[in-house]
């Protein structure tokens, strides 16, 4: 069976960090662009990320850049996002989705549409 699953959220003060995992079981990520959405409560989910398959290539949302950084280690299968200098409006369940292809596009990494597989996402509360 396919799953993706996030794995290190948690409650930060603002100015904090945490660091999101995505690990892949029962296929491999290799072949897949990876991005990171959120939704926080009572908003649509928002593309926060995305990485190519081979790294060449990643996206930022622009509330998020320079803040964040996403990243993969193909060999464990797993593809990361570094949160640094967290604010409370950063708060909302996380997820990652594999990609329909390959490479993401800045024309089209932030619609969930593009995604198939989904994880059941990790909760980050950021406190001011």
């Known amino acids: 069976q396919v799953h993706l699953v996030e794995s290190g959220g948690g409650v930060v003060q603002a100015g904090g960090s945490l660091r999101l995992s995505c690990a892949a079981s029962?296929?491999?990520?290799?072949?897949?662009?990876i991005g990171w959405f959120r939704q926080a409560p009572g908003k649509e989910p928002e593309g926060v990320s995305c990485i190519s398959s081979s790294e060449r290539s990643t996206y930022y949302v622009d509330s998020v850049k320079g803040r964040f950084t996403i990243s993969r280690d193909n060999a464990k299968n797993t593809v990361y996002l570094q949160m640094n200098s967290l604010k409370p409006e950063d708060t909302a369940v996380y997820y990652c989705a594999t990609h329909e292809t390959s490479k993401c596009a800045e024309t089209d990494y932030r619609s969930p549409r593009r995604y198939h597989y989904w994880g059941q996402g990790t909760q980050v509360t950021v406190s001011s």
């Open positions: 029962g296929f491999s990520l290799d072949y897949y662009a």
